[in-house]
């Protein structure tokens, strides 16, 4: 399985949405990161194979939904009410069936201007 793809980031104003999306195989959960400048890799939201089931960072819930379209292997993550410490460059990633995230894309740039 090959890299992921992402697309959709850009640069708006605190309070604005954005959609991200990744072209991901519906055989797989798939999750949304996010690394700000100096900081670690951290995890922003999944979703599982089926859409069924989806898992949020805290500071993002009730601002963010992923969502899938398995006909369309997409996953997306829309994002509302922005704020500046949302800015950041997002990456999605497939995990397997040993939980590791894996087939990480290279990343969409995200940012939130006060």
């Known amino acids: 399985q090959g890299q992921l793809v992402e697309s959709g980031g850009g640069s708006v104003q605190a309070g604005g949405s954005l959609r991200l999306s990744c072209t991901a195989p519906?055989?797989?959960?798939v999750g949304w990161w996010r690394q700000a400048p100096g900081k670690e890799r951290e995890f922003v939201a999944a979703i599982t194979r089926s859409g069924d089931n989806s898992f949020y960072k805290d500071s993002v819930k009730g601002r963010f939904t992923i969502t899938r379209d398995n006909t369309k292997n997409s996953v997306n993550l829309h994002m509302t009410s922005l704020k500046p410490e949302d800015t950041a460059v997002y990456y999605c990633?497939?995990?397997?069936?040993?939980?590791?995230?894996?087939?990480w894309g290279q990343g969409t740039q995200v940012t939130v201007s006060s």
């Open positions: 990633a497939a995990q397997d069936n040993l939980y590791r995230w894996r087939n």
């Open positions: 519906s055989r797989y959960t």
